[in-house]
């Protein structure tokens, strides 16, 4: 384990696992600037309207998968009724090829069309809604299988249905949605370690909402097991590493480390790759700052929260706190623009920076397909 120096006090620290170029060392894998921290498409679109269009979108690209095994084997067909047995053998060995093809560009277009809606949560920063989309798309048989067949999937989404009611403040409800849901291995497989992913981001939410120091630290064990068996180029890499600068952030706070749960969660700010991200890391650092008697910067990030946190229990927590302690804010600082130039938060950016993601008639359409 390596050790930092900041402000003349020794830091633990993992090494950033990043590709390195000339000799000089780029952003992690999977980080992304914030370009990348924008609106999803269904933004402006009531939880109804979101369910009947993902329900669509799922529905046609299962029969485009469906119809295209069917035309080829058809063709294959056809050719093994002509009795040709050389050109029949090769036509079947090319109908398994193209079917196992088709089979997984359908599966990697479905996981496209689940990233895509879960940018409610994450993006739009609204849990409420996305909860309700979950819950209608969860009650549909044609969407989410009964069966066996459907039950990745159907944990999947109450994962996600528990990190939005974590979000949201509920925390019994979201321990309830995934208590029957394994918690994974970090040095398991890559389906065991994203679950185990998973399952501490939630564990995570509750822990800090509940001021659980104990379950903090236990998440930021899971967490460093999780990196150190990360190799470079997994797309869990960059995930990790955030969750574990969260987790430390977090513990941080509990401890009364005023400073480095300051400077963690700058850290994390600045590698967000989501807007949901980027403003819990701005909530640590506001309570951070408010511990130190730094109130015009805590008012700031609290500000930046308030204004963009959609129906995150976090938002709610902010504008309490503002209420409490008003004229914290320094003239001039107002998000909203009413009185002047917004100052830049704690993470370097004004609000308002970030635009929307997508043309408007990008929901109607299928997600484009996942490298």
Request: proline share 4%.
């Amino acid at each position: 384990m390596l050790k930092l120096k900041r402000d003349g006090a020794e830091r633990d620290a993992r090494p950033a696992k990043t590709a390195a170029a000339d000799g000089g060392a780029t952003k992690p894998v999977g980080a992304k600037g914030s370009e990348g921290l924008r609106h999803s498409p269904y933004l402006d679109m009531d939880a109804s309207r979101v369910i009947e269009v993902q329900a669509k979108n799922v529905r046609r690209l299962k029969q485009f998968s469906l119809g295209s095994i069917v035309a080829l084997g058809v063709i294959v067909l056809v050719v093994l009724l002509r009795g040709d047995l050389l050109i029949s053998l090769v036509c079947v060995l090319a109908y398994v090829v193209a079917g196992r093809s088709t089979l997984t560009n359908q599966r990697r277009s479905m996981n496209a069309l689940w990233d895509g809606v879960s940018c409610i949560l994450t993006m739009d920063c609204d849990p409420e809604k996305y909860l309700q989309v979950l819950d209608g798309l969860l009650a549909d048989g044609r969407v989410v299988p009964k069966g066996r067949s459907g039950r990745p999937l159907r944990e999947s989404l109450s994962i996600w249905r528990g990190l939005c009611l974590a979000l949201m403040g509920r925390d019994e409800e979201a321990l309830e949605a995934v208590s029957g849901i394994g918690q994974g291995d970090p040095a398991g497989r890559s389906a065991e370690r994203v679950l185990a992913y998973n399952q501490a981001s939630l564990r995570l939410i509750v822990a800090a909402d509940r001021g659980d120091a104990a379950g903090i630290d236990e998440v930021v064990d899971v967490a460093g097991r999780l990196y150190d068996k990360l190799v470079l180029h997994d797309p869990l890499c960059a995930p990790a590493e955030l969750l574990l600068a969260s987790a430390r952030a977090e513990q941080a706070l509990a401890s009364g480390d005023l400073e480095r749960a300051a400077e963690l969660s700058e850290e994390v700010g600045e590698k967000a790759q989501t807007r949901q991200q980027r403003l819990s890391a701005l909530f640590v650092h506001g309570r951070a700052a408010d511990g130190l008697g730094d109130m015009p910067q805590a008012a700031r990030d609290f500000s930046r929260v308030a204004e963009e946190g959609g129906t995150l229990a976090q938002r709610r927590r902010s504008e309490e706190w503002l209420a409490a302690h008003p004229g914290t804010l320094p003239s001039g600082d107002d998000p909203s623009g009413d009185g002047g130039q917004a100052a830049p938060d704690a993470l370097g950016e004004k609000p308002g920076d970030d635009g929307r993601e997508g043309d408007e008639d990008a929901h109607d359409r299928l997600a484009p397909e996942q490298a």
